[in-house]
T-cell receptor, first 113, second 112 residues
Protein backbone atom coordinates (compact mmCIF):
# COMPACT_ATOMS: atom_id res chain seq x y z
CA UNK A 1 0.00 0.00 0.00
CA UNK A 2 1.21 3.49 -0.86
CA UNK A 3 -0.91 5.02 1.92
CA UNK A 4 -1.67 8.71 1.36
CA UNK A 5 0.07 10.34 -1.58
CA UNK A 6 0.22 14.04 -2.43
CA UNK A 7 1.40 15.82 -5.54
CA UNK A 8 3.24 18.02 -6.17
CA UNK A 9 5.79 18.12 -3.33
CA UNK A 10 6.76 21.70 -4.06
CA UNK A 11 4.97 24.45 -5.98
CA UNK A 12 5.55 28.14 -6.61
CA UNK A 13 2.62 30.23 -7.82
CA UNK A 14 2.16 33.84 -8.72
CA UNK A 15 -0.60 35.83 -7.05
CA UNK A 16 -3.90 35.25 -8.83
CA UNK A 17 -2.99 31.89 -10.35
CA UNK A 18 -5.10 28.82 -9.63
CA UNK A 19 -4.02 25.26 -9.10
CA UNK A 20 -5.10 21.91 -7.68
CA UNK A 21 -3.26 19.98 -5.00
CA UNK A 22 -3.79 16.29 -5.48
CA UNK A 23 -4.40 13.76 -2.70
CA UNK A 24 -5.06 10.05 -3.06
CA UNK A 25 -5.27 7.14 -0.63
CA UNK A 26 -5.42 3.41 -1.27
CA UNK A 27 -6.65 2.29 2.16
CA UNK A 28 -10.37 2.56 1.36
CA UNK A 29 -10.83 5.19 4.08
CA UNK A 30 -14.11 7.07 4.06
CA UNK A 31 -12.82 10.09 5.96
CA UNK A 32 -10.37 12.57 4.44
CA UNK A 33 -9.15 16.01 5.46
CA UNK A 34 -6.99 18.89 4.27
CA UNK A 35 -4.85 20.88 6.69
CA UNK A 36 -2.47 23.76 6.34
CA UNK A 37 0.50 24.20 8.63
CA UNK A 38 2.09 27.56 9.33
CA UNK A 39 4.89 28.24 11.84
CA UNK A 40 3.51 28.60 15.36
CA UNK A 41 -0.06 27.91 14.23
CA UNK A 42 -0.18 24.14 14.33
CA UNK A 43 -2.39 22.31 11.87
CA UNK A 44 -5.53 24.10 10.75
CA UNK A 45 -8.39 22.22 9.11
CA UNK A 46 -9.41 23.58 5.69
CA UNK A 47 -12.03 21.08 4.46
CA UNK A 48 -12.96 17.53 5.25
CA UNK A 49 -15.07 14.73 3.84
CA UNK A 50 -16.89 11.78 5.39
CA UNK A 51 -17.39 9.96 2.12
CA UNK A 52 -17.70 10.31 -1.63
CA UNK A 53 -19.97 13.23 -2.48
CA UNK A 54 -19.94 14.66 1.06
CA UNK A 55 -17.71 17.55 2.08
CA UNK A 56 -17.78 20.21 4.75
CA UNK A 57 -15.82 23.26 5.80
CA UNK A 58 -13.18 23.35 8.47
CA UNK A 59 -11.62 26.29 10.33
CA UNK A 60 -10.07 28.12 7.36
CA UNK A 61 -12.01 27.28 4.17
CA UNK A 62 -11.91 30.67 2.43
CA UNK A 63 -10.04 30.62 -0.87
CA UNK A 64 -10.18 26.83 -1.19
CA UNK A 65 -12.59 24.42 -2.85
CA UNK A 66 -12.85 20.66 -2.58
CA UNK A 67 -14.87 17.89 -4.14
CA UNK A 68 -14.95 14.15 -3.51
CA UNK A 69 -16.13 12.16 -6.49
CA UNK A 70 -14.41 8.92 -5.45
CA UNK A 71 -13.37 7.34 -2.15
CA UNK A 72 -9.71 7.46 -3.20
CA UNK A 73 -9.25 11.08 -4.28
CA UNK A 74 -9.72 14.38 -2.49
CA UNK A 75 -8.24 17.29 -4.48
CA UNK A 76 -7.88 20.79 -3.03
CA UNK A 77 -8.32 23.72 -5.41
CA UNK A 78 -6.88 27.17 -4.87
CA UNK A 79 -9.10 29.51 -6.83
CA UNK A 80 -6.93 32.64 -6.94
CA UNK A 81 -3.68 32.23 -5.02
CA UNK A 82 -2.66 34.87 -2.49
CA UNK A 83 0.62 35.25 -0.54
CA UNK A 84 -1.34 34.43 2.65
CA UNK A 85 -1.80 30.92 1.25
CA UNK A 86 1.93 30.25 1.39
CA UNK A 87 2.06 27.20 3.65
CA UNK A 88 2.64 23.47 3.91
CA UNK A 89 -0.48 21.52 3.02
CA UNK A 90 -1.21 18.09 4.42
CA UNK A 91 -3.87 15.68 3.32
CA UNK A 92 -5.00 12.97 5.74
CA UNK A 93 -7.31 10.00 5.64
CA UNK A 94 -8.97 8.42 8.65
CA UNK A 95 -9.65 4.84 9.55
CA UNK A 96 -13.03 5.77 10.99
CA UNK A 97 -14.67 4.67 14.23
CA UNK A 98 -13.84 4.12 16.95
CA UNK A 99 -10.37 5.67 16.89
CA UNK A 100 -10.50 7.90 13.78
CA UNK A 101 -6.71 7.50 13.55
CA UNK A 102 -5.50 9.79 10.79
CA UNK A 103 -2.81 8.92 8.26
CA UNK A 104 -1.07 11.95 6.82
CA UNK A 105 0.45 12.37 3.39
CA UNK A 106 3.99 13.76 2.99
CA UNK A 107 2.78 17.31 2.37
CA UNK A 108 2.97 19.95 -0.36
CA UNK A 109 5.07 23.06 0.23
CA UNK A 110 3.38 25.95 -1.58
CA UNK A 111 4.87 29.40 -2.06
CA UNK A 112 2.81 32.25 -3.52
CA UNK A 113 4.77 35.27 -4.70
CA UNK B 1 -11.83 27.17 19.86
CA UNK B 2 -8.27 26.03 19.26
CA UNK B 3 -6.99 24.04 22.26
CA UNK B 4 -4.07 25.53 24.14
CA UNK B 5 -0.94 23.47 24.68
CA UNK B 6 1.69 24.01 27.35
CA UNK B 7 4.58 24.31 27.48
CA UNK B 8 5.38 25.65 24.02
CA UNK B 9 8.82 24.06 24.11
CA UNK B 10 10.80 21.79 26.42
CA UNK B 11 14.38 20.54 26.42
CA UNK B 12 15.22 17.26 28.12
CA UNK B 13 18.22 15.04 28.72
CA UNK B 14 17.86 11.39 27.78
CA UNK B 15 16.09 9.51 30.53
CA UNK B 16 14.19 12.51 31.90
CA UNK B 17 10.40 12.75 32.03
CA UNK B 18 8.08 15.36 30.54
CA UNK B 19 4.41 16.29 30.61
CA UNK B 20 2.61 18.14 27.83
CA UNK B 21 -0.81 19.61 28.55
CA UNK B 22 -3.74 20.36 26.27
CA UNK B 23 -6.69 22.50 27.44
CA UNK B 24 -9.93 23.33 25.73
CA UNK B 25 -12.56 25.96 26.48
CA UNK B 26 -15.27 23.59 25.20
CA UNK B 27 -16.47 20.20 26.30
CA UNK B 28 -14.67 17.48 24.42
CA UNK B 29 -15.66 14.11 23.05
CA UNK B 30 -12.13 12.96 22.34
CA UNK B 31 -8.50 14.06 22.34
CA UNK B 32 -5.96 12.85 19.79
CA UNK B 33 -2.17 13.06 20.14
CA UNK B 34 0.25 13.23 17.19
CA UNK B 35 4.00 13.62 16.90
CA UNK B 36 5.71 15.34 13.99
CA UNK B 37 9.43 15.14 13.32
CA UNK B 38 11.09 17.97 11.47
CA UNK B 39 10.25 17.95 7.77
CA UNK B 40 7.91 14.97 8.10
CA UNK B 41 4.19 14.38 8.36
CA UNK B 42 2.43 14.02 11.73
CA UNK B 43 2.10 10.48 13.05
CA UNK B 44 -0.73 9.22 15.26
CA UNK B 45 0.18 8.35 18.85
CA UNK B 46 -3.12 7.72 20.60
CA UNK B 47 -6.71 8.79 21.13
CA UNK B 48 -8.58 9.25 24.39
CA UNK B 49 -12.34 9.01 24.27
CA UNK B 50 -14.81 10.51 26.68
CA UNK B 51 -15.45 7.97 29.39
CA UNK B 52 -12.44 5.92 28.30
CA UNK B 53 -9.38 4.81 30.18
CA UNK B 54 -5.89 6.21 30.24
CA UNK B 55 -3.96 5.05 27.21
CA UNK B 56 -0.36 3.93 26.85
CA UNK B 57 2.09 3.51 24.02
CA UNK B 58 5.55 2.18 24.99
CA UNK B 59 6.75 4.76 27.53
CA UNK B 60 4.28 7.39 26.36
CA UNK B 61 0.90 7.57 28.03
CA UNK B 62 -1.92 10.06 28.28
CA UNK B 63 -4.90 10.97 30.40
CA UNK B 64 -8.15 12.81 29.73
CA UNK B 65 -9.95 14.82 32.40
CA UNK B 66 -13.40 15.39 30.92
CA UNK B 67 -14.58 17.74 33.67
CA UNK B 68 -11.59 20.02 33.27
CA UNK B 69 -11.58 19.61 29.48
CA UNK B 70 -7.90 18.79 29.65
CA UNK B 71 -5.58 16.09 28.45
CA UNK B 72 -1.97 15.42 29.42
CA UNK B 73 0.69 13.46 27.56
CA UNK B 74 3.33 11.77 29.73
CA UNK B 75 6.74 10.86 28.33
CA UNK B 76 8.82 8.81 30.72
CA UNK B 77 12.52 7.94 30.45
CA UNK B 78 12.74 9.96 27.26
CA UNK B 79 14.78 8.76 24.31
CA UNK B 80 16.43 10.71 21.51
CA UNK B 81 13.73 9.41 19.17
CA UNK B 82 11.07 11.28 21.17
CA UNK B 83 12.27 14.61 19.78
CA UNK B 84 9.70 16.39 17.66
CA UNK B 85 6.62 18.55 17.89
CA UNK B 86 3.62 17.13 19.71
CA UNK B 87 0.11 18.17 18.77
CA UNK B 88 -3.17 17.53 20.50
CA UNK B 89 -6.28 17.44 18.34
CA UNK B 90 -9.73 17.84 19.84
CA UNK B 91 -13.04 16.53 18.62
CA UNK B 92 -16.14 18.22 19.99
CA UNK B 93 -18.76 15.75 18.87
CA UNK B 94 -19.15 12.05 18.46
CA UNK B 95 -18.62 10.77 14.93
CA UNK B 96 -17.03 13.88 13.45
CA UNK B 97 -14.77 11.55 11.56
CA UNK B 98 -11.58 13.53 11.47
CA UNK B 99 -12.83 17.06 12.00
CA UNK B 100 -10.06 17.78 14.44
CA UNK B 101 -9.01 21.14 15.81
CA UNK B 102 -5.32 21.05 16.68
CA UNK B 103 -3.34 22.96 19.27
CA UNK B 104 -0.34 25.05 18.29
CA UNK B 105 2.11 22.29 19.20
CA UNK B 106 4.81 21.64 21.82
CA UNK B 107 8.38 21.29 20.59
CA UNK B 108 10.28 18.62 22.49
CA UNK B 109 14.07 18.28 22.20
CA UNK B 110 15.85 15.37 23.83
CA UNK B 111 19.60 15.79 24.21
CA UNK B 112 22.18 13.04 24.86
Amino acid sequence: NAGVTQTPKFQVLKTGQSMTLQCAQDMNHEYMSWYRQDPGMGLRLIHYSVGAGITDQGEVPNGYNVSRSTTEDFPLRLLSAAPSQTSVYFCASSIGPPTYEQYFGPGTRLTVT
Amino acid sequence: QQPVQSPQAVILREGEDAVINCSSSKALYSVHWYRQKHGEAPVFLMILLKGGEQKGHEKISASFNEKKQQSSLYLTASQLSYSGTYFCGTDLFYNQGGKLIFGQGTELSVKP
